[in-house]
């Protein structure tokens, strides 16, 4: 089954501390982001990448970092410098070769808990 | 001004109630509008796509834009309990690939 795969679903982490969640994808699609979510708020896209090697800051870049060495992974890392990391994170892929109609497919996410 | 706005509710209605859930958006060059819906602590998944110009339908679901006043809208029918999600409205990525969503409606469906 094709799809995208995000771990682990709930990580805590020690103030201070920088900690990486994986996004891994098998939908050969060029694109990826990562979004955060806050409780009772929608998604504010931190870092996007259309191909590998390249990816672009989002709405809400400071205090994360992205790699994009393989085109089915989009690791991000939250730094030390994330002053309330603490919330919901998704990540998202499509192929922006759809010339219409361009559904992005989401993982189940990963909750993030500051300690 | 945000491209697209949306009410972040919640909203409560009883079962079987019509439901209205709105977008704004401000750039006139999208060609057509993204719903999706998102079940807590799950990822979003599309519900259906609008263009630009007229209604679409699907069975309870009804999208619908207005052009004039930059309005999107989408209409459920006899809503079930099961219709209790958060509702995102996205416009089609920009030519750098941006992908950006609405704040998202939370909608409760009361038994």
């Known amino acids: 089954d094709g799809g995208i795969t995000q771990s682990p679903k709930y990580l805590f982490r020690k103030e201070g501390q920088n900690v990486t969640l994986s996004c891994e994808q098998n939908?050969?699609?060029?694109?990826m982001y990562w979004y955060r979510q806050d409780p009772g708020q929608g998604l504010r896209l931190i870092y996007y990448?259309?191909?590998?090697?390249?990816?672009q800051k989002g709405d809400i870049a400071e205090g994360y970092s992205v790699s994009r060495e393989k085109k089915e992974s989009f690791p991000l890392t939250v730094t030390s410098a994330q002053k309330n990391p603490t919330a919901f994170y998704l990540c998202?892929?499509?192929?922006?070769?759809?010339?219409?109609?361009?559904?992005?497919?989401f993982g189940q996410g990963t909750r993030l808990t500051v300690v | 001004q945000k491209e697209v706005e949306q009410d972040p509710g919640p909203l409560s209605v009883p079962e079987g109630a019509i439901v209205s859930l709105n977008c704004t958006y401000s750039?006139?060059?999208?060609?057509?509008f993204m719903w999706y819906r998102q079940y807590s602590r799950k990822g979003p998944e599309l519900l259906m796509y609008?263009?630009?110009?007229g209604n679409k339908e699907d069975g309870r679901f009804t999208a619908q834009v207005d052009k004039s006043s930059k309005y999107i809208s989408l209409f459920i029918r006899d809503s079930q309990p099961s219709d209790s999600a958060t509702y995102l409205c996205?416009?089609?990525?920009?030519?750098?690939?941006?992908?950006?969503f609405g704040q998202g409606t939370t909608l409760q469906v009361k038994p």
């Open positions: 750039n006139s060059a999208f060609q057509y």
């Open positions: 990448s259309q191909i590998v090697n390249d990816f």
């Open positions: 996205a416009p089609p990525p920009s030519n750098t690939g941006k992908l950006i």
């Open positions: 609008t263009y630009s110009s």
């Open positions: 998202a892929s499509l192929d922006p070769r759809e010339p219409v109609n361009t559904e992005a497919f």
């Open positions: 939908l050969n699609h060029d694109a």
